[in-house]
């Protein structure tokens, strides 16, 4: 059975840095694209970042040049560095992978994060 267990989440004040991290688990199959969504309360879950099998990544322009995505997959691990936290960062943040094979997507169950003085 495919896990993802994101951790790292919290209440940090403005200005102030998190990294998150995700385990995936139960896996038998090579994983493609790993990412970080958010949900914000009373928001649609948003795309922020992605990272492929090669490297790659992607990111949205709110979060660009503050976060960054890196894996290690060896470890079957993405990490989200999140630094000059903003209050409109505050939502619950998710990762995803994909199947490189078929692209069937799996999703973690999130974890907080609040930034707040």
């Known amino acids: 059975q495919v896990q993802l267990v994101e951790s790292g989440g919290g209440v940090v004040q403005p200005g102030g840095s998190l990294r998150l991290s995700c385990d995936v688990s139960?896996?038998?199959?090579?994983?493609?694209?790993m990412a970080w969504h958010r949900q914000a309360p009373g928001r649609p879950r948003e795309f922020l970042t992605l990272i492929t099998s090669a490297g790659m990544t992607n990111y949205v322009d709110s979060v660009r040049g503050r976060f960054t995505i890196s894996r290690d997959s060896a470890k079957n691990m993405v990490y989200l560095q999140m630094n000059s936290l903003k209050p409109e960062d505050t939502a619950v943040y998710f990762c995803?992978?994909?199947?490189?094979?078929?692209?069937?997507?799996?999703w973690g169950q999130g974890t907080q994060v609040t930034v707040s003085a």
């Open positions: 995803y992978v994909r199947r490189q094979d078929s692209g069937t997507g799996y």
């Open positions: 139960g896996i038998d199959f090579d994983i493609g694209v």
